[in-house]
C-alpha cells in the first residue's frame, strides 16, 4: 500500500487517531474494489466492478482538476474512502445555485464485521475537519441517493452531529438526489471543533 503523505489528522476522544492521504489508484485498487464491491456499498454504484474497473475509475479522479480521492485510516489501519469534488463543475452543474467555496463530499466507510459504535460520525466529523481545514472551503456539499434509506437515516442522525441541513431533492442522471449544505459556522457550532480558520 502506498506511503503517500499523511494530509491530515484528527484525534477522537473516544476512539483515537483518523488520518487522511492521497488516495494511490494502482496500490490501493485491490483494497478499494472490496469495498466497493461489498453489498453494502451498493449505492456506491460499483457493484460490478472489476479490479481494472476500479483502478481506471480511480486513475481518472486522481487526474482530473476538479476531482480528488483520498484513503482514510483509524489507528493506522484503512478504514474509508473520502472524494472531494467541485460542484459547480462536476456532479450538480447547473443543478443548484452554486457559491464560491463550495465542495462536494462523498466518503464511504469500510465494511467490517465488527463495528464500533461512533464509528461512522467519527469518520465523517474527520472528514468535514479535513475539507474545513482548507481556508478556501465555505461549505460543504453533498448530494446522497433518496432511495438509500440506510444513508438518508444516517444524516438525519448525523444532521446534529456535524451540521447539514437538507435543502431539497435534484434530479441527477443516475438518481434522484437529497441535496444539503453545511457551512463553516454550522460545522464548528454542531461538534464544538475549532477549523483555525477564520469565519
Known amino acids: 500500500m502506498s506511503t503517500a503523505e499523511t494530509l491530515f489528522t484528527r484525534t477522537d476522544p473516544t476512539l483515537g487517531t483518523f488520518s487522511i492521504r492521497p488516495l494511490d489508484p494502482f496500490s490501493d485498487a485491490e483494497l478499494l474494489h472490496a469495498w466497493v464491491t461489498h ?17 481506471r475509475e480511480y486513475v481518472r479522479i486522481t487526474a482530473h482538476e476538479h476531482h480528488q480521492a483520498f484513503l482514510g485510516f483509524h489507528e493506522d489501519r484503512p478504514a ?15 443543478l443548484y445555485d452554486a457559491q464560491p ?4 463530499m462523498h ?3 469500510a465494511p467490517t464485521d465488527t463495528p464500533l459504535s461512533g464509528f461512522t460520525r ?19 456539499v453533498v448530494e446522497p441517493d433518496v432511495r438509500n434509506t440506510a444513508v438518508h437515516a444516517l444524516i438525519h ?4 452531529a456535524v451540521g447539514f441541513v437538507a435543502e431539497g431533492p435534484v434530479t441527477k442522471p443516475e438518481k434522484e438526489a ?4 453545511c457551512t463553516r459556522a454550522q460545522f464548528e457550532a454542531a461538534t464544538a471543533l475549532t477549523t483555525g480558520v477564520s469565519i
Open 122 to 140: 467519527a469518520v465523517i466529523t474527520t472528514v468535514m475537519a479535513a475539507l474545513f481545514a482548507d481556508p478556501a472551503t465555505a461549505r460543504v
Open 101 to 104: 467555496g463550495d465542495v462536494g
Open 39 to 55: 453489498p453494502k456499498a451498493a449505492f456506491w454504484m460499483m457493484q460490478d466492478a472489476t479490479l481494472p474497473d476500479v483502478e
Open 80 to 94: 474509508f474512502l473520502m472524494e472531494s469534488y467541485d460542484p459547480a463543475r462536476l456532479e450538480l452543474v447547473g
Open 157 to 160: 442522525a448525523l444532521n446534529e
Open 178 to 181: 437529497l441535496l444539503s449544505f
Open 107 to 109: 466518503f464511504l466507510v
